[in-house]
């Protein structure tokens, strides 16, 4: 459902989440790609967009990289996909259409109008801290 970025950046701050508990430490993009099995320079292009929207935070430097704060765990998993993705991504066809609405509906847009009400309250409810608490036990 979503692009490879996307659940490559899901994984990349649940990996941070998991790891937030060891304090002063900070993850470099190597090492983060090699933990994950992600190609290096696509990681770096999404984290440079996970630091943008706040979802990661950096530093530079001799000791620097990359951690979550407890502000970044407040974030939702539904920030992570539309950091990537986008605004819409939640609101486009299923089947790709470009006009799909209540009043010009492809086949399946009533069947799928209440899944992604319902997909989109289960990502918004879920913080990168549940999700990592509930994935590795508990954290921070």
Known sequence: MFSNATKYAIRTVL???SKSKIKNKNYI????ASELDIPQ???SKILQKLVRAKIVSSSKGRGGGFYLTKANLNKSLLDIIICIEGVNVLNECLLGQPTCSDEHPCPLHHYYKDVKKDLQKVISD????N???EMFGVIG
């Open 29 to 32: 993009a190597s090492d983060i």
């Open 41 to 43: 320079p696509f990681l």
């Open 15 to 17: 990996l941070l989440a």
């Open 126 to 129: 879920f913080s990168v801290e």
């Open 131 to 133: 999700l990592a608490d």
